[in-house]
């Protein structure tokens, strides 16, 4: 039995992805000692088998077929990818699998690293057990916070493990590309993935339950990026469930409830995702195991004061960049409390994570990329605000034109009627990715209607787009 | 001796371009009968000699730089451009120097478009002379409107007609791509003229008389884009002017003051700008022919009652997107005054081009490109702000190396240290086109950092510069 050490901190964060990282910057940057725990890779997901790989992965599709649709440059690149190089470039965005960079950033800002499964084991206390079966108790003086993410949620299908099927992780980090894919799910996962893969050399099907792709935003984005899948090469089937698979002889056989039988080399089940609280010891604090952990703006679990839940695991975003915002907050909200200074909560306030509710950005890397922030037209509606939606074929703006020859694309602005204020924007179409963060401000500034109209669009960007919804809003 | 008609309308445009083309649209959704007078093509210099001809080179220019930062991708694009397939699709672009759509959409409006030279010939009164020598007197009953533009300016070197120097025209229109290109100046013309005939097969020499380029902008654009042209090929000589030209057997031989030959098949100068205000009548007003014209923030000339002068002409912002802007407000004022109602120009007023004074954003179109909106930090200092300026190097950000390897770039935000605002902000670098929107509507929105803080960029995307830019003021 190996002894068991304790040692007293100000803060625990259990789990040392983009958002344990930064709730530990905010603390530490606060001067409260600070407790990093992790038992995969410092960085998370997101670093080695989410955002970045998959970017990785999708820049230069989305780079080539910028450049097919420009004469003059478009011949160079009909040919494909060099998938070879491409993957080459993903391994040196996950730094190789390797953690080593991410492990000196913690040391820097002063926060202690255990490595090990952490678990709560009561009031204010996390213990870790190490890799070599140590058992470190860390005590939390002000706070402990979860920020331990999500996993892929796979079917509950028969004889799926012998299957060997991929999930994200797998999908962001393969080493070639299979000759076949089978792509299963509808969300962003999927449509990245098979964007991608269908890219870098596989033969692609996509396999959607539902009537269409990318179904959390307004509809148009999942139609327009269905269509261009398709025009890549992807066999699209909406409505179709499988119901059965197996591997023969190292292939996939897939059983569809519409009676198909696909094969494929590999197959990618992107069908959701669960919070990572089955084993951290909720049940020593009186709360469900596996369940999300609900959280008031400060982040801190409801009913409790020294649990915080920050990013995924409270699932209210599931993005990384939205996991982040909350940590820099629950990390200041911490830091006021610990300090007895006022906590700042009402809306917008600097200890409040209002944006979760009303301004969560997201860009979709496909071609085209489909990017949108705050209410889609429905959420507004069921949200009860009295509304008006516009809506603007983006091929009609002179920017989109000269970014590409055949340009397709659509905007939408869902504007508050009482306010005068924008409260959701969608765009869709090639190179709107760094568009949307234009409508992030205009959302979250709450800038009326009446003064965007002083926002003059450089001509001739994509970016006049904002004028054509004007316009449509003043005169329809 | 032609009989002379007079037509009676409320509003007469001078100019078709579309500043002018944007005034008659405002005050004909107002119901005020319109005529347009054009002397050259519809559409304006923004249509066949600036903007579009140029973005049209530019874009497949800059997506193929795009396309080499990206292993995989990068090997494809190492040859040069297809450089005729590029100038056919700039003709497409510039209509083939037709303006029969743009006759179409000015005929959609309503409005009357007069064929001919137009000059003021006294009190709201202009007097078009067609190109069959007719004269028409149109009189307007509410409102004149200059929107004439402006045309390049040559210097005063003895024997420069002689050599056919291109102008800004010359340099969009041209139908190959000439061996050697001399471009004399440092504005915004010239750097993005040597981009594209660089790239599209020619030896670019550039000379600029001051220290740097792009001048009115923070001063690392200028470096930037230097850097970048220099590897390109360009031969980039600063502190340089041209002091003599001659052309000698179809050779252009340019003599600098720093004792330099210099040859070139063609010499482009793009230095400068003068209002076409020379030949249109202003001295049967009492103004100055040749001058500038001051207007007030409705964009009405000093001192009249009926006289406005919208876009370049006014010297506040020569930039197509603020002449638009300016023409709304403009055609707004005009159709205000005319139905007797409330003028609303205070700041920000509907009838106040006030963007003219606080945010006028830019795009130069180069690689990379550099962008910038509302005051420089060197500006904002002489106009009296207390201000702070924090810096940030795009490389730091995850999505600028996503988008390409190797890549440069830089950001400035200027903050008003009163209010706690956003005074100006310059983006530099590949793929921030789209990007410096988000910081016209931070500029105009005069949105709080407090509250810039919950605009959560996605990640991960070059606009979480913002994000950096924000840890920069918050930490230093």
Same mark, same amino acid.
């Given at each position: ?36 725990? @992790? ?26 077929? &910028? ?11 009909? +040919? ?19 953690? &080593?960079?991410?492990? =000196? ?27 070599? +079966? ?6 939390? /003086? ?123 080399? @590999? ?31 400060? #982040? ?5 004061? !020294? ?13 990384? =960049? ?23 909560? @009402?809306? !917008? ?7 979760? =509710? ?26 009860? =605000? ?7 074929? #983006? ?20 504007? &508050? ?28 500034? @709450? ?20 004028? /054509? ?5 003043? &005169?329809?």
């Amino acid at each position: 039995m190996t002894e068991t050490e304790t040692i007293a901190y100000d803060v625990v964060v259990l789990g040392a992805g983009p958002v344990g990282e930064n709730v530990a910057d905010r603390t530490r940057a606060a001067g409260l000692s600070t407790a990093v725990v @992790e038992s995969e890779l410092v960085g998370g997901e997101c670093s080695y088998w989410a955002c970045m790989p998959s970017k990785a992965l999708l820049r230069p599709v989305i780079a080539q077929a &910028d450049a097919r649709r420009l004469p003059g440059l478009a011949q160079a690149v009909q +040919g494909p990818l060099d998938t070879s190089a491409v993957l080459a470039r993903r391994d040196d965005y996950t730094s190789h699998w390797k953690d &080593d960079g991410q492990v =000196h950033w913690v040391e820097g800002i002063g926060a202690a690293l255990h490595r090990g499964h952490g678990r709560l084991t009561g009031d204010r206390t996390v213990t870790v057990t190490g890799p070599d +079966g140590t058992r470190t108790v860390l005590t939390a /003086r002000h706070a402990v916070a979860v920020c331990t993410g999500t996993g892929a949620v796979l079917p509950d299908l028969p004889g799926l493990a012998d299957v060997r099927p991929w999930t994200s992780r797998e999908a962001t980090s393969a080493r070639t590309a299979p000759g076949r894919l089978l792509v299963v799910g509808g969300g962003v996962v999927a449509v990245e993935m098979a964007t991608a893969w269908q890219a870098l050399g596989s033969r692609v099907t996509l396999l959607v339950r539902g009537k269409g792709l990318l179904n959390r935003m307004e509809p148009f984005a999942g139609e327009l990026v269905a269509d261009a899948l398709t025009e890549a090469g992807v066999d699209v089937r909406t409505g179709t469930s499988v119901t059965a698979v197996t591997r023969e002889n190292g292939t996939v056989v897939a059983t569809t409830d519409t009676g198909g039988r696909i094969e494929a080399d @590999e197959i990618l089940f992107a069908t959701g995702r669960s919070p990572r609280t089955g084993d951290i010891g909720l049940e020593t604090v009186g709360l469900e195991p596996g369940s999300w952990l609900t959280v008031d703006d400060t #982040l801190r679990v409801t009913g409790n004061e !020294w649990l915080y839940a920050v990013g995924d695991v409270n699932h209210r975003a599931l993005l990384t =960049h939205q996991g982040k915002y909350q940590a820099r907050i629950a990390g200041a909200a911490i830091a006021a409390r610990a300090a007895g200074e006022d906590v700042v909560a @009402e809306p !917008w306030g600097a200890h409040a994570a209002t944006a979760d =509710h009303a301004a969560v950005p997201q860009v979709v890397f496909t071609d085209p990329e489909a990017s949108s922030v705050g209410l889609s037209l429905a959420e507004a509606e069921q949200a009860g =605000h009295r509304v008006r939606a516009v809506d603007v074929d #983006l091929s009609s703006v002179a920017g989109a034109g000269l970014y590409g020859d055949g340009y397709r694309g659509r905007a939408r602005m869902v504007v &508050d009627l009482e306010r005068e204020t924008v409260l959701g924007v969608t765009f869709v179409g090639p190179g709107v990715g760094e568009l949307i963060h234009s409508a992030t401000i205009a959302v979250v500034g @709450e800038v009326p209607l009446a003064r965007l109209w002083h926002a003059v669009p450089s001509y001739p960007t994509i970016s006049e787009v904002w004028l /054509r919804l004007l316009e449509a809003y003043r &005169d329809n």
